[in-house]
């Protein structure tokens, strides 16, 4: 008896321990992440230039593309350029369009480059649109 008591004690501490070790990505909505932009979390939106000029962006935002028009990515360059906005110990917020990709994004930030605080814009800058807020085109390149 005591040796099971033992044994489910190691388990449910491994648990802990492994539960602790992944960030969960935390849903941010249009109100979470005005009150996280407030106290200085960046917010990172990853869409391309072409559906930045569309919708433009929310003000203060850091413009830095995941992936590509075709889908393709370079990881490690975009987390070099991260790297100069963020360190994986301070909150980041992620925004796309509708929350598809920075749902990826979030888990990869989190799951496999340990950032302890992701929250993931899951309605996008379409859900922000729609619920009334404000964009700009400041500072996007009108080039293509």
Same mark, same amino acid.
């Given at each position: 008896?005591?040796?099971?008591?033992?044994?489910?004690?190691?388990?449910? &501490?491994? +648990? $802990?321990?492994?539960?602790?070790?992944?960030?969960?990505?935390?849903?941010?909505?249009?109100?979470?992440?005005?009150?996280?932009?407030?106290?200085?979390? /960046?917010? !990172?939106? +990853?869409?391309?230039?072409?559906?930045? @000029?569309?919708?433009?962006?929310?003000?203060?935002?850091?413009?830095? #593309?995941? &992936?590509?028009?075709? *889908?393709?990515?370079?990881?490690?360059?975009?987390?070099? @350029?991260? %790297?100069?906005?963020?360190?994986?110990?301070? /909150?980041?917020?992620?925004?796309?369009?509708?929350?598809?990709?920075?749902? $990826?994004?979030?888990?990869?930030? %989190?799951? =496999?480059?340990?950032?302890?605080?992701?929250?993931?814009?899951?309605? *996008? !800058?379409?859900?922000?649109?729609?619920?009334? @807020?404000? #964009? #700009?085109?400041? *500072?996007?390149?009108?080039? =293509?």
């Amino acid at each position: 008896m005591k040796i099971i008591k033992c044994i489910s004690s190691i388990i449910l &501490f491994s +648990v $802990i321990v492994v539960n602790s070790a992944f960030a969960e990505v935390k849903i941010a909505d249009n109100e979470e992440i005005i009150s996280l932009m407030k106290r200085g979390v /960046p917010l !990172i939106d +990853v869409r391309t230039l072409e559906e930045w @000029q569309k919708t433009g962006v929310i003000k203060d935002s850091k413009l830095l #593309t995941f &992936f590509d028009k075709n *889908g393709n990515s370079d990881l490690e360059d975009w987390m070099h @350029q991260l %790297s100069k906005i963020v360190s994986k110990d301070d /909150p980041v917020i992620i925004l796309c369009r509708s929350g598809k990709r920075s749902g $990826i994004v979030s888990d990869i930030l %989190s799951e =496999k480059m340990n950032f302890s605080k992701v929250y993931n814009a899951n309605s *996008g !800058i379409i859900g922000w649109i729609n619920d009334g @807020q404000k #964009t #700009t085109t400041d *500072g996007i390149s009108h080039e =293509k």
